[in-house]
């Protein structure tokens, strides 16, 4: 019964915390409008061309991870291991994180790769990636460091007194991010701590952790890790493009809350659902586009790269169906 609740809270709990964040950004948004922008308004040719960098994002990250697995005496192919990162990310919608451990599942299955060891490449991964999010952090703090202190004000992380503090609403949609970041910890060090217990599987892990140590060709993973992380942005940044209110916002101005999106998914909500929306706003209203207009881009964009990762996540599953 207790596994069943565990479970079950996992589930729901995420889902409770991205709808209550949705609910509180959106409780007085018109509606109506986002359809007549939707059907009417949005230029289409570069959400489309958005949408492209998004999938080349998935292929870059597989043919990353395939060069992690080499290392360890296997060699699935590197189409199965971008169909694997295509279902982890749409695993992760229904269940958040779980996709890490999914995508490991589908190489287990369809090429008989150790799931420990694989897992661990994925760890090893995971590290590369904060690294390469704080360095990205850090330039946009040199550029725009007065953008991110007028935030943490203006969301009342800074207020001279404290009752001002519990006076604000957006205190309360950060503070409910920051227990979702703190829960999702401990889940990942009891994850730690079980493997931990068991010998076998921990020696596993930590031969994955280790491949990088021994990749090959370290030019050409450096260039996927950056070829990674600029489809990761121009997915994001070519957004501006489709609509009046944004297409003059700058460079920089997407380097910033493309910074604050990427922390803001940390939060374990179904493709930061909520948290996302809220980081993005808050920051889009800092460089002078309206609190409408902030909630509607990212409605629209959300919406729409989220379909993306389902339909992703399904032509993926197929794939593999297929050629099994």
Request: overall charge positive.
């Amino acid at each position: 019964m207790k596994k069943v609740l565990a479970k079950t809270a996992k589930i729901v709990l995420p889902l409770l915390l991205g709808a209550f964040i949705l609910y509180w950004v959106y409780r007085d948004f018109d509606f109506a409008r986002a359809g007549y922008i939707l059907t009417h308004d949005l230029r289409w040719d570069w959400m489309v061309l958005s949408l492209l960098f998004g999938v080349l994002s998935h292929v870059a990250r597989g043919y990353r991870w395939h060069q992690m697995l080499e290392p360890l005496g296997v060699h699935p192919r590197t189409a199965r291991c971008v169909d694997a990162i295509y279902v982890s990310y749409a695993a992760s919608l229904v269940v958040p994180r779980i996709g890490e451990v999914s995508r490991c599942g589908v190489l287990s299955r369809y090429d008989q790769v150790s799931f420990s060891k694989s897992l661990g490449t994925v760890v090893t991964e995971r590290l590369v990636d904060t690294l390469s999010i704080l360095l990205i952090t850090g330039i946009t703090l040199c550029l725009e460091f007065p953008v991110f202190v007028t935030f943490f004000r203006q969301t009342g992380t800074k207020m001279p007194s404290f009752l001002h503090l519990l006076e604000s609403p957006w205190f309360y949609v950060a503070l409910f991010c920051v227990v979702g970041v703190v829960l999702l910890l401990v889940y990942l060090a009891r994850m730690l701590s079980f493997y931990e217990r068991v010998k076998g599987i921990a020696l596993d892990v930590w031969q994955g952790i280790l491949s990088l140590r021994y990749v090959r060709n370290i030019p050409l993973y450096l260039l996927h890790t950056l070829l990674l992380w600029a489809c990761y942005f121009l997915h994001f940044y070519l957004t501006f493009f489709c609509f009046p209110f944004t297409e003059g916002l700058g460079f920089q101005a997407g380097l910033v809350m493309f910074v604050a999106g990427t922390f803001a998914v940390i939060v374990p909500t179904p493709n930061g659902a909520g948290p996302w929306h809220f980081a993005v706003i808050t920051m889009m209203m800092l460089y002078g586009v309206s609190d409408t207009d902030a909630a509607l881009f990212a409605l629209i964009v959300h919406g729409i790269q989220t379909l993306l990762v389902v339909l992703l996540g399904f032509w993926g599953w197929l794939h593999l169906a297929l050629s099994k």
